[in-house]
């Protein structure tokens, strides 16, 4: 079974249970955030990775530079382990972990969630990546993926027990698009799927073939 289908089962799932009036509002909330042209604005492939520091699940900073010393990164914002759809992406990167690590890329997802909430996405999901928490969302910033909830979506998101005021590390009402960047080891990005749709993600294996065309076309470029 694929992410798409996991995906596609969780969604199914929603419409069943979830009133009609809940479903055009986020539906509205997904269209208007196609509509603003987010995805277009953000950091794209050609484009430099912005750099970071960011505490892990521990509270021990990580910085992107850092990492990409050592290879290229596979870089994924999430909106938090409350969210059913992130957690079935994880998950899914873990299965394919051995395989990117084969190929000497590193794994790093990023929430707007405190460190003890990402410790607890990290133990409930069995990751073996990190998760680093974006405290001020100064991340979710710079690749140009944050957005502003409407008070429509507010009421909706609380109707539903997420107020994301008590969430989020800074209490505000933002999240990131769940967007998935390969990044080469010179810190530019060689892969960018940034999607407003949250409940579509990137597939690993096509995350894999990212890392494998990336890295087969450096000797070319030396």
């Known amino acids: 079974m694929t992410l798409r289908d996991e995906l596609e089962q969780q969604l199914a799932k929603f419409r069943q249970r979830a009133s009609g009036e809940l479903i055009e509002t986020i539906q509205a909330g997904v269209d208007e955030l196609i509509d603003s042209g987010i995805a277009r604005r953000a950091a794209g492939e050609g484009d430099m990775a912005p750099d970071f520091a960011l505490p892990n699940a521990l509270g021990k900073r990580v910085e992107l530079s850092a990492l990409l010393a050592a290879g290229p990164v596979v870089l994924t914002f ?6 059913p759809y992130c957690n079935l992406q994880l998950r ?18 990023i929430s707007p969630e405190p460190s003890d909430a990402s410790l607890s996405t990290r133990e409930k999901n069995a990751l073996e990546f990190e998760v680093l928490s974006d405290i001020e969302a100064k991340a979710a910033k710079a690749y140009g993926v944050l957005f502003d909830l409407s008070d ?6 609380i109707g539903m027990g997420k107020d994301l005021s008590q969430i989020n590390a800074d209490g505000a009402w933002h999240l990131p698009i ?13 892969l960018a799927y940034v999607d407003p749709e949250y409940r579509n993600r ?20 030396g």
């Open 78 to 83: 999430y909106r938090g382990g409350w969210c």
């Open 92 to 109: 899914a990167y873990q299965r394919v972990l051995p395989e990117l690590r084969a190929l000497g890329a590193t794994l790093v997802a």
């Open 152 to 157: 429509a979506l507010r009421e909706a998101y």
């Open 178 to 190: 769940p967007a998935t960047y390969v990044i080469a080891p010179n810190g530019r990005i060689a």
């Open 202 to 221: 990137l597939e690993p294996a096509d995350v894999l073939a990212a890392v494998r065309a990336m890295q087969a076309a450096e000797p070319q470029a």
